[in-house]
């Protein structure tokens, strides 16, 4: 599913802090241990399980009534092959619907006029079988849809690989603290802290229209998500 990489940058840094000073029941002071901080990167591949197009009808008109009428009429054709083609209800929701005027504006001013209505509906289609894709794009373009706005691919397993990315960039941090600590002629000791600030992972790659409809049959080429982590990590020094 993944393959781990780890980011070459990776920002390190030995600090001797002296912390706040507490008392012991005896009454002696002591002072919290030096720490070693560091940063790890890391990174992880996962191939695409998942699509979502956007299919649009875009209809023009005299009238904004004539112009719905064909828009339904066309959009209820795509809904109705896509449920063929094995789309359920819950993978298929409106994303938008408008009707506006096409207006004629006089180079000599004056008062422009309406010359049309356009109408556009965008349905959001989810696909879980990556290899439906392109059959779904192309059923769809033949029953009235003229625009695919974008094709967005997503993995369902994303969340594992996040978590492998973290994983690795937590071994990263040791590493470099690692041989930090023995350049300072200590070792690394117990964490003492640390924190994650991985990016949320969103839909990739995404393709317009016009590379879609260049092909006969619409060829798909998911490749694959590159998802990352970074982790901060306090670890106490141990001197010799």
Known sequence: ??????????????????????LHAQGAPRQDPPRIIATG??????????????????????TAAAAGADN???QKAILDTLKALGLTPDQLSTLNYNVSPEMQYNQNGGTPRVTGY?????VRAEVRKIDDVGRLIDAALGKGANEISSLQFY????????????????KNARADAEAL???????????????????PVRPFNEMPMAKMAAAQSTPIEPGQQM???SVNVRFTFVPK
Request: glycine share 6%.
């Open 41 to 62: 990167t890391g990174e992880a591949r996962v191939s695409p399980d998942r699509a979502t197009i956007f299919v649009g009808v875009q209809s023009r008109a005299a």
């Open 181 to 199: 600590a023995a350049a300072a002629g200590g070792s690394v000791g117990p964490i003492l802290e640390i924190s994650t600030s991985s990016s």
């Open 155 to 170: 993995s369902s397993k994303a969340d594992s690989a996040r978590r492998a990315a973290m994983a690795d960039a937590v």
């Open 1 to 22: 599913m993944r393959n781990s990489m780890f980011a070459a940058a990776v920002i390190v840094a030995m600090t001797f802090v002296p912390g706040p000073v507490r």
């Open 72 to 74: 339904a009429r066309r």
């Open 118 to 122: 356009v109408v556009t509906n965008t």
């Open 227 to 229: 998802i990352s982590a």
